[in-house]
């Protein structure tokens, strides 16, 4: 009971500066109360009835660019663009295939073959086969 008795003797001899809950600010006001000043008032979004249709630009930032993008967005236009895509899926299947062919002739390991694919294709870039 004498220990109850300081508690509450100390209490008033530190002079704290904190009265209000856990959610009061430092000027006394609830969190709540806050926000509501803080925030305009809601409004209801207006819905539109004509759909909105957003297609995405997939344009091929190599086109004309290389020695051979002019030669591959010729072939591209005269044979269509299904027929080419096929044809270029082919090669660069073909030409990952020698890669890896040459990778285990040398004795090369997996993660070489997959940075020499890449450097293919980065080298595909530069020339203008990807255009």
């Not at 004509?50 to 660019?65: L, T």
């Not at 027929?83 to 899926?89: A, D, E, I, K, S």
């Amino acid at each position: 009971m004498a220990a109850a008795a300081s508690l509450s003797a100390n209490q008033g001899l530190l002079g704290t500066s904190f009265y209000g809950g856990w959610g009061s600010s430092i000027s006394g006001e609830d969190y709540h109360t806050m926000l509501a000043k803080t925030t305009a008032p809601r409004q209801q979004a207006k819905l539109s009835r004509k759909p909105i249709s957003v297609q995405p630009m997939m344009k091929n930032v190599n086109e004309g660019k290389g020695l051979f993008a002019p030669l591959v967005v010729v072939t591209r236009n005269l044979v269509g663009k299904k027929r080419f895509n096929q044809l270029r899926g082919k090669a660069i299947a073909l030409h990952s295939q020698v890669i890896t062919e040459f990778c285990k002739s040398i004795g090369a390991d997996a993660k070489q073959r997959q940075g020499l694919i890449r450097l293919a294709k980065k080298n595909g870039e530069r020339l203008g086969f990807l255009a």
